[in-house]
C-alpha cells in the first residue's frame, strides 16, 4: 500500500520550499502531490520544480473545508494517469495544504473514506514553523497552532535568517507547550532534509512515539497547564497511577469526544490497562479516534498512564474532574465483582459489604 504525508503550516512558513528540496533530493522515492491554495490563482503548484504530470490543484479554497469528494476526485485522477501512462508511477503521496488550513478534517477524511483507505496510509502529518516568526504567529494566530496541535513533526524554516547568536529555546519550548513531546528538527541551507520524517520505518513508529511521549508528558507534570496567548488554545497532562479499565476508558472518552469533540483538537496516550502486560498507545483528532496499539512492554521503568490532551476554550479541572470519577467508579465496580465472584450462593436480596446483589444478567453498571 502507498503512503501519504500531510505538509501543513502557517502562511509564509516555507511548506513550498521545504517540499521542493524533498522532492528533489536523491534518494525519496517517487512521489506525487495533491496542493491546496486559497485564492482563485494557483501560484504554489507552478512553483514545484518537479514533473508536473504528478500535481493536482485543489484551488479557490481551503482544503479543511472542501467535502470528502474533492480530495477523493483529486487522488482518483493522479491514479488515472498513473494507470493510463499519462503520469509517471508514484509511491508516496504528498497533499500540502494551505496556510490557514486546518488539518483536522483531512486527517478525518483519510480515515474515513473507503477509497483513500483502500489506497493509502497517512503516514505522517508534518507541519512547518518560521523561525523567526513562528513565536508570535503561534501567539497571535489559531489556526497556526491548531498545525503544530496535530502534527506528528515539526520543521523549523527559514533558520539561516536568524541572527547569529540568537537562542531556539524560546520557540522549542512554545512548540512543546502546544503539542508535549512532538519531534522537532530545523531545516538548515544546503543540508538535505531529514527523509525518516516523512517515512518512518514500518514497525519503530509506534515505540518511538511511545518514547517522545515520556518525555514530553514527563516534563509538563500532573496538571501543569499551558496557554497561548490570543488563541484559546491550551495543553495539559493528566496521570493515572491505577490500572484503566479498556472498556470504561473507551466509553468516557466517547463521552467526551461526543460532548466537546470540537474543542478536544488531540488527545494522546499512553495507558496502563488492566490485564495487558504492556502499554496501550492511542491517538484521537477532535471526533476521529484511531486504533490502538498494544505495546509488549513499557518503554521506561515508569508504569504510569500518561494523557496529554490539546485543546481550546475547554476546562482542564472539568476533564480531569470527569475521568477520575469515572475512573473510581470502574475501580469500585471491579472490587464489587471479585466479591461476587466469591459469593455465588448469595441469594437476591442479600447484601455484599453493603452493596444489594444482583443477578448476573442485570446491566454491567447494576453488578
Not at 513508529?205 to 484559546?232: E, I, N
Not at 473507551?250 to 495507558?271: E, Y
Not at 490497562?273 to 492511542?282: L, M, S, Y
Amino acid at each position: 500500500m502507498r503512503e501519504a504525508t500531510i505538509l501543513t503550516g502557517f502562511l509564509g512558513s516555507g511548506k513550498t520550499t521545504l517540499l521542493n528540496r524533498l522532492l528533489t533530493q536523491q534518494g525519496f522515492p517517487s512521489s506525487a502531490v495533491l496542493v491546496n491554495e486559497f485564492g482563485e490563482v494557483g501560484i504554489d503548484n507552478a512553483l514545484l520544480r518537479f514533473s508536473t504530470e504528478r500535481v493536482a490543484v485543489l484551488a479557490n479554497g481551503c482544503i479543511c473545508c472542501a467535502v470528502r469528494e474533492d480530495v477523493e476526485e483529486a487522488v482518483r485522477l493522479l491514479v488515472e494517469q498513473e494507470t493510463s501512462g499519462e503520469a509517471p508511477p508514484f509511491e508516496h503521496l504528498f497533499i500540502e495544504t494551505s496556510g490557514l488550513a486546518d488539518p483536522a478534517r483531512l486527517i478525518q477524511t483519510f480515515s474515513a473514506s473507503p477509497v483513500l483507505r483502500s489506497r493509502f496510509k497517512l503516514r505522517s502529518v508534518v507541519a512547518t514553523v518560521d523561525a523567526t516568526l513562528g513565536a508570535a504567529t503561534l501567539n497571535r494566530f489559531a489556526e497556526a497552532a491548531r498545525q503544530v496541535a496535530l502534527a506528528d513533526t515539526v520543521i523549523l524554516t527559514k533558520t539561516d535568517l536568524l541572527e547569529a547568536g540568537t537562542s531556539m529555546d524560546p520557540l522549542l519550548h512554545q512548540i512543546q507547550a502546544v503539542n508535549p513531546g512532538v519531534r522537532t528538527t530545523m531545516a538548515q541551507h544546503h543540508v538535505p532534509v531529514d527523509m525518516q520524517h516523512f517515512l518512518n520505518e514500518s514497525g519503530t513508529a509506534t515505540r518511538d512515539t511511545a518514547f517522545r511521549f515520556l518525555r514530553g508528558s514527563s516534563a509538563q507534570g500532573r496538571m501543569k497547564v499551558t496557554h497561548l496567548l490570543d488563541t484559546g488554545i491550551s495543553s495539559f497532562c493528566l496521570t493515572l497511577s491505577e490500572a484503566i479499565d479498556w472498556t470504561a476508558f473507551g466509553i468516557w472518552l466517547t463521552w467526551l469526544l461526543h460532548r466537546h469533540g470540537s474543542s478536544v483538537l488531540r488527545v494522546k496516550g499512553l495507558l496502563k490497562v488492566a490485564q495487558c502486560d504492556g502499554p496501550v498507545v492511542f491517538h484521537a483528532v477532535q471526533h476521529m479516534v484511531y486504533p490502538p496499539e498494544h505495546l509488549d512492554r513499557w518503554p521506561t521503568e515508569d508504569e504510569t498512564s500518561r494523557l496529554v490532551f490539546i485543546v481550546k476554550d475547554l476546562d482542564s479541572a472539568l476533564v480531569e474532574r470527569s475521568l477520575r470519577a469515572f475512573n473510581s467508579l470502574t475501580t469500585v465496580e471491579a472490587s464489587y465483582a471479585r466479591e461476587w465472584s466469591r459469593h455465588k450462593d448469595i441469594g437476591a436480596g442479600s447484601t455484599v459489604r453493603g452493596r444489594p446483589v444482583r443477578r448476573p444478567s442485570t446491566p454491567r453498571w447494576m453488578r
